[in-house]
């Protein structure tokens, strides 16, 4: 069996987790709601607080869906409990972000500001010019409008300008070589 698929999945006090007849799951909790339609082939069991994923059999198919479903969920129970975030840094002369109301406002070499909207369950921190924090209770979600943000200008290797992850490590060059 899945090493992942076979884990139970607590449920921590304050989380609501109800399934419904087409293997809807729907997590709600203090960060918010969450809801995933789930392979109908993967059996969902929630007893005494405790999620479990189940596979009818040994298929390929099968084996591969009971992780990635069992991860869905704690993932989901994980984002509505604590939330997730990333942080990106932005390195350049001149490059800075601030937030006007629910917009996130660039300011990255262009000639012209790159505003970026808030969406629903996603919100923006900007605790200095530099640093940007996104936030929100959807994994996938936060993932996604990061990598669209750090698209606007990403980093590049000869001076390290531009929009990176915090933990992202850029590999430089050396520029011209003389004679």
Known sequence: MSRIGRMPVTIPAGVDV?????????????KGTLTQKINPEMKLKVEDGVLTVERPGEEK???ALHGLTRS????MVEGVTNGFSKKLEIN???YRAAKQGKQLVLTIGYSHPV???????ITFEVPDPNTIIVSGADKQKV???????????????YLGK?????????????GKAGK
Do not use: F, H
Not at 72 to 75: D, E, G, H, Q, V
């Open 18 to 30: 109800k399934i419904d007849a087409e293997n809807c799951i729907t997590v709600k909790g203090p």
């Open 61 to 63: 198919q099968q084996k």
């Open 72 to 75: 869905l969920i704690s993932n």
């Open 92 to 94: 350049g002369v001149g």
């Open 115 to 121: 505003n970026i909207e808030e969406s629903d369950g």
């Open 143 to 157: 993932g996604q409008i990061t990598a669209e943000i750090r698209k606007k200008r990403p980093p590049e290797p």
């Open 162 to 174: 531009g929009i990176k992850y915090s933990d992202e490590r850029i590999r430089r060059k050396s």
